[in-house]
């Protein structure tokens, strides 16, 4: 499979190559150049498979001339010993993404892209070097994905004091290959940092570095496997499912319209944002517009220039995207009002998150004139409640933790703190390696 960047068509890599770069050099991302069909055979028998094995089929066509099928198997049996189970609650569906080591749905991504970057690079003699920054969330899951993995070391920057307690045990309790760095300054001071050390010559010369946020497309393949496997599952006969999806910078959502492309049974999607709403507005006004993010209580998703956004305008014009989905954008008092209500009437707890994706559901099927019966809708529940217990334990009392994440919470933090400062991570990254 050959992947172009959303800037110039011409400009073709292979998988291995697309994923081992991160961004094209041009400043695109790397899309795939057609969306494969999945056999009639395994969409009839989604049902009955196996996480793993629906992971298997699903991204075999995106990486096939670079992974071998048996190399493919290990690395989806490794990286899921769990899944995405589907659970009515109410009148929905919950599609659970929170069942990975650190209770959220970017597990899914970087256990895989951890995997199948170790195999890429096998035979190297120099480790890969990967600089993430993160402002809580995504590091926890980078760390965890790449611990232990052979031939890679990570080196994560966070904001000093600006992490909760939990996620600083996630991102610096892993030690090993993975080193934790708190940065006195902003997240934007991290990623700066990261940026500025791409474009340091005496690193290049030193490290081979690459990074591993949310744009790399190995990242996103493996977030159509839960779609696919929710779709089997959750599709009644001919009728296929909706997919509500919290979305920050689409990510996510690009991966469902992947899966959908691919056959899965997904009828469309409804594209839930909290007030950080330039794609809902976008799907209404035709404008595109990007704007600095307001914080919310869902702050995975405040981010008001959504970076996938350029992959989505690459694949579908406006008049696609608009009969693919459907834009909600839903207020932090209308997210508590659902966290409360959806616990009261059926005992489930939802995220802060996946509340947004809940109320933006419940909003497009009132607008919608009333079809009977209702489409079944999947509500995509981006991570653990838990983790947001600050936001949802004054709403519905004490969220216990999944073992996981009691787990994380008796490792010893480990992490040096430096100013924020490219020559002082210069020196520290060539102390450690
Ligand atoms: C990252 C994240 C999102 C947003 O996903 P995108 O792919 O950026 O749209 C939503 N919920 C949670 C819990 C997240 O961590």
Redesign the pocket.
């Known amino acids: 499979m050959n992947y172009y960047s959303t800037r110039n068509k011409t400009e073709k890599r292979r998988f291995a190559q697309a994923a081992l770069g991160g961004l094209a050099p041009d400043g695109g991302l790397y899309v795939p150049e057609t969306i494969p069909a999945l056999p009639a055979s395994v969409v009839a028998s989604l049902a009955a498979m196996t996480f793993a094995e629906t992971a298997f089929e699903t991204v075999r066509p995106f990486v096939r001339g670079d992974v071998p099928d048996a190399v493919l198997g290990d690395i989806v049996q490794s990286a899921y010993p769990f899944d995405a189970p589907l659970v009515p609650v109410g009148r929905f569906s919950v599609l659970e993404l929170f069942h990975g080591p650190t209770a959220?749905?970017?597990d899914f991504g970087a256990r895989f892209m951890a995997r199948v970057f170790s195999y890429l690079r096998r035979g190297e003699d120099r480790p890969l070097t990967i600089l993430v920054a993160t402002s809580g969330?995504?590091g926890g899951a980078v760390a965890d994905g790449f611990f232990g993995v052979e031939g890679v070391s990570v080196t994560v920057l966070y904001p000093k004091g600006r992490v909760t307690p939990l996620q600083e045990k996630q991102i610096a309790g892993l030690h090993g290959n993975i080193s934790a760095v708190a940065v006195e300054g902003s997240f934007d001071d991290c990623q700066r940092l990261v940026k500025e050390a791409f474009r340091h010559d005496g690193l290049r010369k030193t490290f081979d570095l690459t990074s591993a946020n949310?744009i790399n497309i190995a990242r996103l393949i493996p977030q159509a496997v839960y779609y696919v496997a929710g779709a089997g599952k959750g599709a009644r006969g001919a009728i296929s499912i909706t997919c509500a999806v919290?979305?920050?910078?689409?990510?996510?959502?690009t991966a469902g319209l992947y899966a959908r492309e691919m056959g899965a049974p997904i009828a469309g999607f409804i594209a839930a944002t909290n007030v950080n709403k330039t794609v809902p507005d976008y799907l209404e006004t035709g404008v595109y517009e990007t704007r600095p993010s307001q914080a919310t209580i869902?702050n995975?998703?405040d981010?008001g220039a959504?970076s996938?956004f350029e992959r989505l305008a690459a694949h579908w014009s406006l008049d696609e995207l608009r009969a693919l989905m459907r834009g909600v954008w839903v207020t932090d008092a209308e997210t508590r009002e659902t966290i409360q209500r959806v616990h009261a009437e059926t005992g489930y707890t939802l995220?802060p998150?996946g509340a947004v994706g809940w109320k933006a559901a419940e909003k497009s099927v009132t607008e919608k004139a009333a079809t009977e019966p209702p489409p079944p809708i999947a509500i995509l529940e981006?991570?653990h409640p838990a983790k947001f217990a600050e936001t949802v334990e004054p709403i519905v009392g004490k969220v216990p933790l999944p073992p996981s994440l009691e787990k994380a919470l008796t490792r010893d933090v480990e992490s040096i703190t430096i100013p924020p400062d490219i020559e002082t991570l210069v020196d520290y990254l060539k102390r450690r390696h």
Do not use: E, Y
């Open positions: 959220a749905f970017k969330d995504t949310s919290p979305s920050g910078n689409f990510g996510n959502l869902s995975a998703m981010v959504p996938n995220d998150h981006t991570a």
